[in-house]
């Protein structure tokens, strides 16, 4: 689980039919001090994340289990949660 921001929408008008309701968004990954890590990566969306939001994104074999559905469905990362607040000692990982 990872850490990311919101920074766009994607629009697919042709997808697979497993993901057909899903959204589909593009995030930035966070590092330390929530500076950008890596590249921006689209993520399935089905709790409402919005443009600028701090999100939770879980990514690779997880993320195809992360939705209710009887099989796994074909994506790399999902929005499994919208992050309230934070609370960091500045000292942790050091």
Do not use: Y
Request: include cysteine; hydrophobic fraction near 50%; proline fraction near 5%.
């Amino acid at each position: 689980m990872k850490l990311a921001r919101v920074v766009g929408n994607v629009w697919s008008t042709k997808k697979n039919d497993k993901i057909h309701a899903l959204r589909l968004l593009f995030v930035q990954p966070l590092g330390r001090g929530l500076t950008e890590v890596g590249d921006v990566i689209v993520a399935a969306d089905e709790i409402g994340a919005g443009a600028g939001d701090l999100i939770l994104l879980c990514e690779g074999a997880p993320a195809m289990q992360a939705f209710d559905r009887k099989e796994p469905i074909p994506v790399d990362a999902v929005v499994i949660g919208i992050v309230d607040s934070l609370e960091m000692p500045e000292k942790v990982g050091e």
